[in-house]
């Protein structure tokens, strides 16, 4: 009797520092692994803060500069031959059945690879909008900068297989990009049977988890809590660029000893039960799955209506209470101020629509 096999995942990323789309990233292997595939991770830069989670993976690292690895996305970047020549040697090593390529400069390295079942996961918009600006200098640059960032975009993605989010991004893409064959699949939660909801006391008005990145606008969420009425505290959980700037504007509006920065965790869902509200004042997002955590643990979110990603999952009336038009500071001040002092109520059911074997059943559909 002869054995089978197991088929060949390739996952390409960044690293593995830390994030949601990285856990979400790893959420999908792990189902994958359980159900026999092998599963490959391959990261440009050699960071792992997952060991514990990578131990039944085949790890492998590019190594490539961090000046590949960072700046603007949709710049001019190239491989050298070397970095080139070591890739292809991985990737043939590997014999991958698949190859998902995702976030974030690991797209850059897609007309590299030559593979048949070639995949780019895009979790959050590629291509965002460009803040206003009343300064016509920055206004120009702003002009100059989307007529080649949407050229390069445009080279970078059409022709491809893409698997995004939600259905905003999905409708942009087919009409910016050529010949794409492009699918939304939801985000699911892993492990949602051992979420240890409890009755923790509230210890903190407001909770914010995710990157310290400008495109999550923390600083508005800080800005209204200062501008609200709220006598309680806020907790930030999480790490990244925009953290020296978020501390600075703390005490510069004298809440240093209301608002408290944890840094990274693996796992912050005790953070989120403490908290009676969870916001999420993003300028852009794919699906955000810290939204499902906290609803699962009965903690409500007041989040920025930036995509259908966020109102797919505050889907009833009374929970569209935490949808606020985006970049409305005082629109966002007003929900936090109500849904502290009258939750929306939670279905009971919440949990279903957030199931990862769904998810995993719609990704096998495409790519095997």
Known sequence: MSLTTPKKILFIADHLKGGGAENMLLNLAEQLYDRCYEIHILTLLNINNYEKRTKNFTLHSADL????????????????????????????????????????YSYLITPYISHENLWIWSQSDILPEFGKTLNPIKFLRNIYKKIIFTRNFKQLFSHKNIITLNTDIEEKYKKLLDNINIHVIYNGLANIDQFNISLNEK??????????????????AIIAFHQSQLKGRMVIVGDGMRKNKLLKLTKKLNLENRIVFIGWVEDPQKYIQQSKVLVLPSSTEGYPTV??????????????KCTQGISHQLYTTDMQRGLVPTNDINALKN???????????????ISERYSMDKMTQAFLKLID
């Open 335 to 349: 929900a936090l101020e109500d849904i502290i002092h009258d939750p929306y109520h939670i279905p009971s059911n």
């Open 291 to 304: 939204i499902g955590e906290a609803l699962i643990n009965q903690t409500p979110v007041v989040a920025y």
């Open 65 to 104: 500069s961090t000046q590949f690895v960072g700046g603007k996305l949709l710049v001019e970047k190239q491989l050298s031959t070397s970095e080139y020549a070591k890739l292809t040697s991985m990737i043939n090593h590997i014999k991958p059945d698949a190859i998902i390529v995702t976030i974030w």
């Open 203 to 220: 210890i903190w008005d407001i909770c914010y988890v995710g990157r310290l990145s400008p495109s999550k606008q923390v600083e508005h």
